[in-house]
């Protein structure tokens, strides 16, 4: 965590050029990767070096005959962690919350009441592993209506969404080949990558992704002083999905699991589709969005002296974005209004019976016939009825300039000297347009619609520079020294304020190289105490943070027979914010023991973000905007790294490596905001610090008063029984009185909904301020009430274990990583029990485990529906349904064997590897069969990295596990 406000990703180069993604690069080009993390390592970087750099080095040509590579990966993906949703037992949930509240039925698109349920439970044990998604759903056998409620329609079948949505084992084909080696004095690299993957998502067979990555590198030496360089890489990547809808915070894996498991996926016994996600899946056209990115470098150094010399490297990126949505309209058998009495060729009605076959009406058991209205549902010129292209370029100009001056004085002292310039503008330009109303659903067209026309657009800019030098000083290669200073320009900033210094320094003592250490070498081989100090800038900040801008648009209001043109109110913005600064200090140290066969390396380190923006304290909504950002407050993160690797080689060849990792680290608030509510970041505040009522136990019949039939009683409160004697309705269970005699602790606090009232099976929270009642104080920090810090949502002590082994061509790795501490606050169906009972998806281990008079340990409460609701009645934010989100996956599993040289080259090849590998196949977490993932949260997708999927916890693209094989080959 580096800023509340800013960025927080890394400055990513490849080859000392900035590229936006590492998912731009072929994998099969890398050479290397080194990872600067401390100020004074990535100060030379600039600005966007705040929150550290990755560095990508490529592989270049070797001297010698050119060579060639090819490889290739053929792997299959799944979910990696199943998706476990109730079923029968889910119904059986939703009638005791149903009768919880004495309520005679539940459901909206199909309904639910006992019967339904006792002929949905005859229905499972009769058909249950039999019917599956390729057998129609069948009146009077899977669903009836009640006639004397003709709008009703009663489930008795029950569906699991994964059976439809989810394409199992989708495969990735992947194809990989270079050229690289010498010519004269010409270093030259090719290469060529192709991906074809199918994504997993089951109807349509549209999810699709392909990239293409081309890259030439070159590098001449013109004399003994002049070196030329140049390279080109091109990527494209297409993402092909069905346009199922234009929503960017929902996609199909939200309503794959947000509806009951009674409504209908597939087909209807007539072979129409019935609505539902599967449907507009399978039905929709499809949309792409391609992305063409283009980076071309050239660059030159000029050797002055032998050891002075002058690199200049320019590069221009450009990257073109098409987004293409073709729309449809859907047509279906519509399960989501009444169904329609089903007539034969003459008009009278017909009957089935419990199976579903015709009979007639006088027959036993049968039932007045009914079907789903086959219509096209969507209005003309609604959503998702239209074309819609959007298109977008962005393009970057990068020039860097810098002299090195090598220096030594006798063999002591070595120097170097680097001054240069880094200068960087990145321009945007977007546009979008949109018809609404296809005339062809089939092949929709711009010339093909004759709807609305909608369109926008924009432009943006912006731009840095920066000069900057370092001295490196080396007395005997054990006392080392290098300062940095750099002077950084935004454009991000007033023009009085565009301008700072940074600096940084790092110091070295290089121990082993001490006369008094030799005697311990080899047992110590090396053994380095390094420290560092700086300070960077952070311009990773939205550009417009003081420009008060004004929005227009066109009003719906017509004067002088034309619609008027409306200027917006101007946004609040303080004038005069600057750069935030991240100030580093950091001490470490670097050894290797037994002959270098053993390495650990320590770091520990503090951060602090100074100037951080924050909005302005004390402003409303009522000023007519949200409030100023403007520089204040500070972000202090104190952590520490180790990290462990070893590597030995036995005398009758065996080979084997390790290394293992362990970072943590705590940030605090301080300064930010006067605001002292719980939750808020305020003076001293953990970030990510969760605030919760603490679960004592679930209340069990033996802590209420009964009455003669062994039923808790429903009392008037007063207010001798608690001072929230009002909430809840005015009325709660009974308790009896605590063991010593005194008054038990009432929750009517807590009671949000008019028929919620805490009884048994209920969660029983604590009083943690012995008042006598359960409640949040005046919910500040200061009075807290009953609520305290209950956990924390920053993954914390993270760790990761590589090892591998060689003997005799053949080869096996296997990577270990996993979280310590992480704990989060699920919100939505797969998170918090009870979410949506009457119409919504709900978890195997939900419905499983929830407290029944037959079943008093369970981990989940009673039965009650929230009605979609989130944090009240028995999900209040607490401790015992905190999602702890630890967990220890094997990333990686990976088993090769290469050919002998001599055999290999009997084929003209250098060298042939064939390889499987395993990736995430396996997980220990403690989300108790939860179907959500434990490296995934709220979730992004390629549409929207904000309220994807409204934020519903573990409702998102998930991570996938996948199965692969392939070869590798050099000639």
Known sequence: MASITGSSSPLILLDNVEIPSILYVNPDDIESITVLKDAAASSIYGAKASTGVILITTKTGAAGKPSINYSNNFSYQNLSKKFEMGTINALK???????????????????????????????????????????????GRDWYVDPAFPTRKYGLRTYDPYDYMIREWAPTRTHNVSISGTAGKTKYTTSFAAVDQSGMLKPGNK???????????????????????????????????????????????????????????????????????????????????????????????????????????????????????????FTAA?????????????????????????????????????????????????????????????????????????????????????????LVTNNEKSHWTQRTNLLDITNPQFDLAVGEITGGGGEAWDAQLGYFGRMNYAFRNKYLFEGNVRYDGSSKFPKELKWQWFSSMSAGWVVSEEAFMQALNPAISFLKLRGSWGVIGNQAV?????????????????????????????????????WEKLETLNGGLDARFLNNKLGLTVDIYKRTTKDMFGALSGTTWTIGGSAPQLNKGSLVTKGYEISVDFNHRFENGLGINLRANFDDAKSRVYGYTDSRIQGSLHDGAVYGD??????????????????????????????????????????????????????????????????????????????????????????????????????????????????????????????????????????????????????????????????????????????????????????????????????????????????????????????????????????????????????????????????????????????????????????
Do not use: C
Request: net charge neutral.
């Open 334 to 422: 519509n399960s989501w209004v009444a169904a329609r009495e089903r007539r034969d060729a003459a008009g009278n009605p017909v009957y089935v019976n419990s199976e579903g076959k015709v009979v007639s009406a006088g027959d036993p058991g049968a039932m007045l016939a009914y079907d789903l209205a086959y219509e096209t549902y969507t209005a003309n010129g609604s959503n998702p009825d239209h074309i819609y292209q959007r298109s977008e370029n962005r393009f970057k100009h990068t020039l860097n300039a810098f002299t090195t001056y090598d220096l030594n004085l006798n063999t002591d002292h070595a120097f170097k000297f680097i001054v240069g310039s880094n």
């Open 690 to 971: 969760i605030w919760g009522y603490v679960t004592d136990r679930l209340f069990q019949l033996d802590d209420f008063v009964l009455d003669a039939n062994g039923k808790p009683q429903l009392v008037t409160l007063t207010p001798e029984m608690t001072k929230y004697y009002t909430n809840g309705g005015g009325r709660t269970y009974l308790l009896k009185n605590n063991p010593d005699g005194s008054k038990p602790v009432y929750q009517t606090f807590l009671e949000n909904s008019a028929s919620f009232d805490f009884g048994p099976g209920d969660v029983k929270f604590k009083d943690l301020n012995g008042d006598g009642e359960i409640d949040n104080g005046d919910g500040t920090v200061d009075n807290p009430g009953d609520r305290t810090i209950i956990g924390n949502s920053t993954p914390r002590y993270n760790y990761g274990l590589r090892f591998g082994a060689d003997y005799k061509g053949f080869d096996f790795s296997i990577f270990f990583q996993g979280v310590g501490a992480r704990k989060i606050w699920g919100e939505g169906f797969l998170a918090q029990a009870g979410w949506h009972v009457s119409d919504g998806a709900m978890p195997a281990t939900f419905v499983n485990d929830y407290w029944t008079p037959d079943n008093p340990d369970a981990f989940y409460p009673a039965a009650y529906s929230n009605g979609g609701t989130a944090n009240i009645n028995n999900m209040q934010i607490q401790s015992r349904y905190l999602l702890d989100m630890s967990y220890l996956r094997i990333k990686q599993l990976s088993l090769g064997y290469t050919l002998p040289r001599e055999t290999s080259q009997k084929v003209k090849l250098d060298r042939v590897r064939i390889y499987t590998s395993l990736e995430n196949f396996f997980t220990w977490d403690k989300l108790r069969g939860l179907p959500i993932d434990p490296e995934e949260v709220s979730g992004y997708s390629m549409f929207n990295t904000s309220n994807y999927n409204m934020n519903r916890a573990g409702v998102g693209v998930p991570t996938y596990k996948s199965a692969s094989f392939g070869l590798q080959l050099t000639f």
């Open 542 to 578: 939205p550009p417009d943070l003081y420009v008060s801008n004004m929005t227009s648009s066109e009003s719906t209001w017509i004067a002088n027979g034309a619609k008027v043109i409306a200027i917006g109110s101007p946004a609040i913005r303080y004038p005069s914010v600057f």
């Open 207 to 329: 999810d699709n992704f392909t990239r293409y990555n081309a890259a030439l590198r070159l590098s001449t030496d013109l004399t003994d002083y002049l070196t030329v360089r140049g390279g080109l890489m091109y990527v494209n990547r297409i993402k092909t999905y069905p346009y199922a809808t234009n929503s960017t915070t929902a996609d199909p894996w939200l309503y794959m699991y947000r509806w009951s498991s009674l409504y209908p996926m597939g087909y209807d016994e007539r072979g129409y589709p019935i609505r539902s996600p599967w449907s507009e899946n399978e039905f929709a056209n499809r949309a792409s969005m391609n992305r063409n990115y283009v980076n071309a470098n050239i660059g030159t150094t000029l050797k002055l002296k032998n050891n002075w010399k002058v690199d200049v490297d320019y590069t221009f990126t450009t990257e073109d974005y098409k987004w293409d949505r073709r729309g449809t309209r």
């Open 93 to 139: 949930y939703s009638i005791d919350a149903m009768e919880r509240v004495g309520a005679t039925v539940y459901g909206a698109f199909y309904s639910l009441d006992k019967a339904s349920y006792e002929k949905a439970k005859e229905w499972h044990d009769k058909y249950a592993g039999k019917l599956g998604p390729d057998d129609p759903t069948v009146y």
